[in-house]
């Protein structure tokens, strides 16, 4: 940025950028949780990394990183490289963060009873009753295959 003039951002190039859409490259949110959180209600599209269109990956991968978190695109990579898995008796006790995975898919544990994924069925990132998804997910023929925390 070059300079500020009023509510705006100049930038070297002479663009103007509302300047409460500026920040530092080294700022990063506090809760990853609540950034996917503001995508509910954006389309899904597979491949997708938007507002314009995210696919739960994208918006797993979009949400950490914006909390500084790496974190690589594919819901597979995801499940191999990120936290821990946790044992049954911790897999009922579900805390904002965990990760849940099927295979091809993954969500956002917002507490012990709610997600956030984008999904297909829903064709939208939303925040669901997590027995009720684990459930519809089951009956289309995909089970858990981990849970992990980060």
Not at 58 to 76: E, K, M, N
Not at 108 to 126: E, Q
């Amino acid at each position: 940025m070059l300079r500020e003039e009023g509510a705006f951002a100049i930038t070297r190039e002479g663009w103007y950028l509302p300047l409460r859409h500026v920040g530092g490259i080294d700022n990063f949110e506090n809760d990853f949780v609540a950034v996917a959180e503001r995508f509910a209600g954006t389309p899904y599209l597979w491949g997708g990394k938007s507002s314009l269109g995210i696919d739960c990956s994208g918006l797993v991968q979009i949400s950490l990183t914006a909390a500084g978190t790496g974190c690589p695109r594919d819901s597979d990579m995801q499940q191999s490289s990120l936290g821990r898995a946790l044992d049954p008796t911790q897999s009922k006790k579900l805390q904002r963060g965990d990760l849940i995975f099927w295979k091809g898919h993954v969500a956002i544990a917002r507490d012990a009873n709610t997600i956030v994924h984008a999904n297909a069925h829903h064709m939208a990132t939303v925040i669901e009753n997590t027995s009720d998804a684990i459930a519809r997910i089951k009956a289309s023929g995909s089970e858990i295959v981990a849970i992990q925390r980060l």
